[in-house]
């Protein structure tokens, strides 16, 4: 994504109206009106946005909650309304404040929601289960989906009975690279592979890229988001050297900040 120049001036102003449209209920910024006000493409005002300046702390919801019909419905429609290629990270965190989530957060639940697939089967159980009054939390216990509720009704209202027995799948409007979905054990596995194999600038990414299954450009990134962490640990752990040679592992230490 193309970046350009953002005056202090642009950030104030984008920033303090996106404020005035925060809606409590939806716990997001109602950007449509924000963009009719500023008379601004929505995707400029979110690269404008700076939630430090307004005070607006993004979510961060795990993609094994049930996030609600209706912030998913908002999330899966935005990506596929601004972004139909293969997303970069920047496209993500103009998502993130958007849905006023963390766009991590945002990709791991779209990599669920692509990677689940309705079957014949399951439609008809579906299908009896709504006739007969069940909720959607009950329905996905029954069915045994191996999703969240909230993926399941939506899975459930965009598919044909007739387009099941179908066996190419659709082609999705934009792909969501595995490289950018990290579990959290993964997150720990790279802080501890990079204590282990990484001096400052003098990384075996190779190693580290085999080891976890990303790539290394994906390793590189990822170790930007954790340096936060990778400091707190580092820190830590010399700390508990100084003080005691039969100390805990540092793998619990990075656990701990990890949680």
Same mark, same amino acid.
């Given at each position: 994504?193309?970046?350009?120049?953002?005056?202090?001036?642009?950030?104030?102003? #984008?920033? +303090?109206?996106?404020?005035?449209?925060?809606?409590?209920?939806?716990?997001? #910024?109602?950007?449509?009106?924000?963009?009719?006000?500023?008379?601004?493409? =929505?995707?400029?005002?979110?690269?404008?946005?700076?939630?430090?300046?307004?005070?607006?702390?993004?979510?961060?919801?795990?993609?094994?909650?049930?996030?609600?019909?209706?912030? +998913?419905?908002?999330?899966?429609?935005?990506?596929?309304?601004?972004?139909?290629?293969?997303?970069?990270?920047?496209?993500?965190?103009?998502?993130?404040?958007?849905?006023?989530?963390?766009?991590?957060?945002?990709?791991?639940?779209?990599?669920?929601?692509?990677?689940?697939?309705?079957?014949?089967?399951?439609?008809?159980?579906?299908?009896?289960?709504?006739?007969?009054?069940?909720?959607?939390?009950?329905?996905?216990?029954?069915?045994?989906?191996?999703?969240?509720?909230? =993926?399941?009704?939506?899975?459930?209202?965009?598919?044909?009975?007739?387009?099941?027995?179908?066996?190419?799948?659709?082609?999705?409007?934009?792909?969501?690279?595995?490289?950018?979905?990290?579990?959290?054990?993964?997150?720990?596995?790279?802080?501890?592979?990079?204590?282990?194999?990484?001096?400052?600038?003098?990384?075996?990414?190779?190693?580290?890229?085999?080891?976890?299954?990303?790539?290394?450009?994906?390793?590189?990134?990822?170790? =930007? +988001?954790?340096?936060?962490? =990778?400091?707190?640990?580092?820190?830590?752990?010399?700390?508990?050297?100084?003080?005691?040679?039969?100390?805990?592992?540092?793998?619990?230490?990075?656990?701990?900040?990890?949680?």
């Amino acid at each position: 994504m193309f970046t350009m120049h953002i005056s202090p001036e642009q950030k104030y102003r #984008v920033s +303090l109206t996106a404020k005035n449209y925060y809606n409590p209920a939806r716990e997001r #910024v109602d950007w449509e009106g924000v963009c009719s006000e500023l008379r601004l493409p =929505i995707l400029k005002a979110l690269e404008h946005f700076d939630e430090s300046i307004c005070g607006i702390r993004q979510r961060s919801l795990s993609e094994t909650q049930d996030w609600g019909i209706e912030t +998913l419905t908002a999330l899966k429609s935005f990506t596929e309304t601004h972004f139909q290629h293969c997303m970069s990270v920047d496209d993500w965190v103009l998502v993130g404040k958007y849905m006023n989530i963390c766009h991590s957060d945002c990709v791991a639940k779209m990599w669920e929601l692509g990677k689940f697939r309705m079957t014949p089967i399951l439609f008809e159980q579906i299908t009896e289960y709504r006739d007969a009054g069940l909720l959607w939390p009950t329905i996905c216990r029954n069915t045994l989906a191996d999703c969240t509720p909230d =993926i399941l009704r939506i899975a459930y209202a965009t598919s044909n009975k007739d387009t099941l027995h179908k066996s190419k799948r659709p082609k999705a409007k934009f792909r969501i690279s595995k490289h950018q979905h990290w579990s959290r054990e993964e997150d720990v596995k790279l802080i501890e592979l990079l204590s282990q194999y990484g001096n400052g600038n003098d990384v075996d990414w190779n190693y580290i890229s085999k080891t976890l299954g990303h790539s290394k450009n994906a390793c590189r990134y990822r170790r =930007i +988001l954790l340096r936060p962490q =990778i400091r707190e640990a580092r820190g830590s752990s010399m700390d508990t050297d100084q003080a005691a040679s039969s100390s805990e592992s540092p793998s619990l230490g990075i656990d701990y900040l990890l949680n």
